[in-house]
C-alpha cells in the first residue's frame, strides 16, 4: 500500500519534472485574414498539453510595420505566419532564422506547396514554410439569382455573364447591388483584379517583376468591365472609397450579387454567416479561361528566438492530417498535398473549386510589392480608383499613363 | 536656477569667499534637484529622440537590415520630392481653414459663455466634451457618419430632399476635405474656447464699463477694448492651434486613407509613409527634422507678429 503510493507520487513527480523541462511556450503572430483558422489551430494545439502557443492577430496593414518596429526593440514574436510575398523582403534583411535544417527534419517536405517554399527559399537556405493557402475566387448570391430570374447553380464563366448577373441583380432594387469591389484597396485589387488580366492573357509586371507592364489592351478591358457596372449603378457609391473594411463584409451581408473574393470567404461565410446562399466559381477572363492569385502564409521564425523546439512542435501540429484539416475546415485551403485530399474530404464542393483555383494560381512577385501595390497610396490603387470611376476615356489613359510612368520609376529606383 | 549663476566658481574670487557662499551654492543644488525630474524627462523623451532623428537623417536606414552613412543624401533628394512639397501645400490649406474655422467658432462660443449666467456650466461641458475624444476615436465615427452605404450624412440629405441620388462625400476632394475640417472644428474648438475664455474673463470690467460710459458701441468695446486684451491667450491658441494642423495626421489616415487620389495626404502622412511603408526611416527622418525646422520659424513669426507692443 505505502509503496504503491510512494511509486506512484514518484511518477507524478517525473512526469511533472520532465513536462516542466521540456514543454515551453513561444509566441506567434498572424495576420488578421487568419483570424478564422489560426485561433483554432492553436487552441487544439494547446489542449494536447506540452509546448503552448500563445497568439497575436495583428491588422493585415499594421503587420510588417509592427514586426520591423518589435524586431528593432528586441520584442519580436518567435514565429509569425507571414504573406509569402514579404519572405524574401525579410530574409533578405536578416531578421529571420534560417531553418533550412527543421525543413529537412520533415519527411513530407517534398509534399508541401512549391509556390510558397520558392518564395520562402533565400539563397539556398529555406526561411519560410508553407502555412496557410488563399486563392482567389468569384462568389455569387444564389437567393437573389433566384430573385433576378437567374439560374442560382450556374455562376458567371466570362466578362459579359458577370455584366449580365449584376444587372439583373441590379434591377431588384430596394438596396440590392449586382456587383462590389473595394476600390480603394490595392491588396483587395491585386487578389481579385489581376486574375481577370491574367485569365483574358495578359500581366501586370514582365521581365522578373523589373518592368511594369499597365497599358495593355486586356488591361482596358478589365478596367472597362467594373467601370461599366459602376456607370450602370449596379455597385453600392461606397466602393469607390472602401479601403478594404468592406471586402468581405459587403457580401455578407447578402444584398449584393456577384463579388470577386478568396478561398478565406468560404470559411468565415460558413461560420458567420450560415444562412447565405451562396455559389463559389473561378475567376473568368474576358471570354472564358480562368485564373486566380495564390496567396497565403509562410511560417516563418524570428532570427533571436531560442523556442525552436516548441516551434517545431507546433509546425509539425499544422502539418498533421488534424491540423490540415482545421486550416481547410476554417477557411486556408491545405498546403500538404499528401493529406489534402484526407483533409478536405467531408467538405461541400464550394472548397473543392477553390483548391482547384490555388492550383490554376499566380503569385505576382517585387521586390517593392509594398510600394508598389499595397501602399493605400502607392501607384496600383491610385491608377485603379480613378480609371474604375472615370468619366471619360481620356481619363481612363490618363490615370493608366501615370500610373505605368510611377510603378516603372520606383522599380528603377530600387534596383 | 536663478542662482546658479552667482555660484560659478570662476566669478568668484579665490580664497576670499563671499558671505553666505555655503548657502547659496547649495541652494544652487538644491535648484537643479528640483527641476532635475522634469528636465530627464525632456533629455530622454524630447532631446535624445531628436538627436537620433537628425543621426537617422543622415543615413540610409531601412525598417529591417543594417543603415548606411550617406550624409546630406536626404536632403538634397528632399528638394527634388515634388510629392513632398505637394503635400506640405496642402498641409499649409488644411492649416489655414482648421485655424480660421477653430479660431473663430472658439472666440464665439468663449463670448457667449464667458460670463456666469443660467446653465452656462452646462453649454461649457457639452462645448469641451469632444474634446476629451482622441482624434482616432472621433475620426471611425466621422468615417462611419459620412459612409455613403450605412452612415447617415448621405441617407439624411436624401431624406431631406437635398440630393436625389445616394452622394459620396468622401469620394471628391472639396466635400471630403470640408468634412474633415468640420469634424476637427467641432471636436477642438472647445479647447481653445476654454484658452480664449479665460483671457476674456481676465479682462477687468471696469473698462468695459468705462468704454460704456464714453459711449462705445458693442462692437466698438469688442474692437478697441477686448481684441487687444486677449492678444496674449490668442497668441497662445493660435501658435497650438498652427503647429497642432500642421501635424495633422489621424483623421486624414483613418478617414480618407490620403485620398481621393491621394490629395489629402498631410506631411506627416508623407512622412509616415515614407517611413512605415516605403521602409526608409532615414528619409522619413529627414523629412521630420525639416517639418520641425518650418514650425520653429512660423511659431517664432506669429510670436513676433502678436508680441504686446509694450514689450518691444
Redesign the interface.
Known amino acids: 500500500m505505502k509503496i504503491t503510493t510512494l511509486t506512484g507520487a514518484l511518477i507524478l513527480a517525473a512526469i511533472g519534472v520532465s513536462g516542466a523541462a521540456k514543454a515551453d511556450t513561444f509566441t506567434m503572430w498572424v495576420r488578421s485574414d487568419g483570424s478564422e483558422f489560426m485561433p483554432k489551430l492553436v487552441e487544439a494545439f494547446n489542449a494536447k498539453g506540452g509546448d503552448q502557443a500563445e497568439l497575436q492577430i495583428v491588422p493585415v496593414n499594421e503587420l510588417v510595420q509592427k514586426y520591423a518596429i518589435a524586431a528593432a526593440g528586441g520584442s519580436a514574436p518567435d514565429a509569425l505566419s507571414l504573406d509569402l510575398i514579404y519572405t524574401p523582403a525579410f530574409a533578405s534583411s536578416g531578421q529571420l532564422k534560417d531553418i533550412t535544417e527543421l525543413a529537412k527534419s520533415l519527411p513530407y517536405l517534398d509534399q508541401l506547396s512549391p509556390a510558397h517554399l520558392s518564395v520562402g527559399t533565400f539563397e539556398g537556405k529555406i526561411y519560410g514554410l508553407p502555412f496557410s493557402a488563399d486563392a482567389s475566387v468569384l462568389l455569387w448570391n444564389k437567393d437573389l439569382y433566384r430573385k433576378a430570374g437567374l439560374d442560382p447553380e450556374k455562376g458567371p464563366t466570362n466578362w459579359a455573364e458577370i455584366r449580365e448577373a449584376a444587372a439583373a441583380v441590379g434591377a431588384l432594387g430596394d438596396n440590392t447591388y449586382g456587383f462590389y469591389f473595394s476600390g480603394n484597396c490595392g491588396g483587395c485589387n491585386i487578389f481579385t483584379f489581376t486574375p481577370l488580366i491574367w485569365a483574358s492573357g495578359g500581366d501586370i509586371f514582365a521581365d522578373d517583376g523589373n518592368k511594369a507592364t499597365l497599358d495593355t489592351p486586356e488591361m482596358h478591358a478589365a478596367i472597362d468591365l467594373y467601370r461599366g457596372m459602376v456607370k450602370d449603378g449596379v455597385v453600392p457609391p461606397g466602393a469607390q472609397t472602401d479601403t478594404g473594411a468592406n471586402f468581405f463584409a459587403a457580401f455578407a451581408n447578402g444584398n449584393i450579387g456577384v463579388t470577386p473574393s478568396g478561398s478565406f470567404a468560404i470559411g468565415a461565410l460558413n461560420n458567420q454567416y450560415p444562412d447565405l446562399d451562396y455559389g463559389v466559381t473561378l475567376l473568368p477572363g474576358q471570354d472564358g479561361g480562368v485564373s486566380s492569385f495564390a496567396g497565403g502564409d509562410n511560417f516563418v521564425v524570428s532570427e533571436g528566438t531560442d523556442k525552436i523546439d516548441a516551434i517545431k512542435a507546433f509546425l509539425e501540429f499544422a502539418y498533421s492530417v488534424e491540423g490540415q484539416t482545421i486550416l481547410s475546415h476554417n477557411g486556408s485551403l491545405p498546403v500538404r498535398a499528401d493529406v489534402a485530399e484526407a483533409a478536405l474530404a467531408g467538405l461541400d464542393a464550394r472548397y473543392l473549386v477553390s483548391a482547384k483555383a490555388m492550383t490554376v494560381g499566380r503569385t505576382p512577385f517585387s521586390i517593392v510589392f509594398n510600394d508598389l501595390i499595397n501602399s493605400s497610396n502607392g501607384p496600383w490603387v491610385t491608377m485603379l480608383n480613378r480609371a474604375f470611376f472615370a468619366k471619360d476615356d481620356a481619363e481612363v489613359q490618363q490615370a493608366i499613363d501615370d500610373g505605368q510612368e510611377e510603378m516603372q520609376s520606383i522599380i528603377d529606383a530600387a534596383r | 536656477m536663478t542662482n546658479t549663476t552667482e555660484i560659478d566658481p570662476a566669478a568668484t574670487p579665490a580664497g576670499k569667499p563671499p558671505p553666505r557662499r555655503r548657502r547659496r551654492r547649495g541652494s544652487g543644488w538644491e535648484g537643479l534637484i528640483y527641476v532635475l525630474p522634469a528636465a530627464a524627462l525632456v533629455i530622454v523623451f524630447f532631446m535624445i529622440p531628436l538627436g537620433m532623428t537628425i543621426w537617422m537623417s543622415l543615413h540610409k536606414w531601412?525598417?529591417?537590415?543594417?543603415p548606411r552613412w550617406i550624409g546630406l543624401d536626404n536632403y538634397s533628394r528632399m528638394l527634388g520630392d515634388r510629392d513632398f512639397w505637394g503635400a506640405l501645400g496642402f498641409t499649409a490649406q488644411y492649416t489655414l481653414a482648421a485655424t480660421v474655422g477653430l479660431l473663430g467658432v472658439a472666440l464665439i462660443l468663449a463670448l457667449m459663455v464667458e460670463r456666469p449666467s443660467r446653465g452656462v456650466a452646462l453649454y461649457r461641458t457639452a462645448y469641451f466634451l469632444p474634446v476629451v475624444t482622441g482624434f482616432a476615436s472621433a475620426s471611425l465615427l466621422w468615417a462611419w457618419l459620412s459612409?455613403?452605404?450605412?452612415g447617415l450624412f448621405?441617407p439624411l440629405a436624401q431624406m431631406l430632399g437635398l440630393t436625389a441620388?445616394?452622394?459620396?462625400i468622401?469620394?471628391t476632394f472639396g466635400p471630403a476635405f470640408w468634412s474633415v475640417t468640420i469634424m476637427v472644428v467641432w471636436k477642438m474648438a472647445g479647447f481653445y474656447m476654454v484658452i480664449l475664455m479665460s483671457g476674456l474673463q481676465s479682462i477687468p470690467t471696469d473698462y468695459i464699463e468705462a468704454a460704456r460710459i464714453d459711449g462705445a458701441k458693442a462692437h466698438q468695446r469688442f474692437r478697441y477694448i477686448t481684441l487687444p486684451l486677449v492678444r496674449r491667450p490668442f497668441a497662445l491658441a493660435l501658435i497650438l492651434c498652427v503647429s497642432g494642423s500642421m501635424l495633422a495626421f489621424d483623421q486624414f489616415y483613418i478617414i480618407?486613407?490620403?485620398?481621393?487620389?491621394?490629395r489629402t495626404?498631410t506631411a506627416v502622412y508623407y512622412i509616415f509613409?515614407e517611413s512605415?511603408?516605403?521602409?526608409r526611416l532615414g528619409y522619413g527622418s529627414a523629412l521630420s527634422v525639416v517639418l520641425l525646422a518650418i514650425l520653429m520659424v512660423l511659431s517664432a513669426i506669429q510670436l513676433r507678429l502678436l508680441r504686446d507692443r509694450r514689450e518691444s
Open positions: 531601412p525598417l529591417m537590415g543594417k459612409n455613403v452605404d450605412s448621405s441620388q445616394p452622394v459620396n468622401l469620394a480618407l486613407s490620403g485620398g481621393p487620389q491621394n495626404v509613409n512605415f511603408v516605403s521602409f
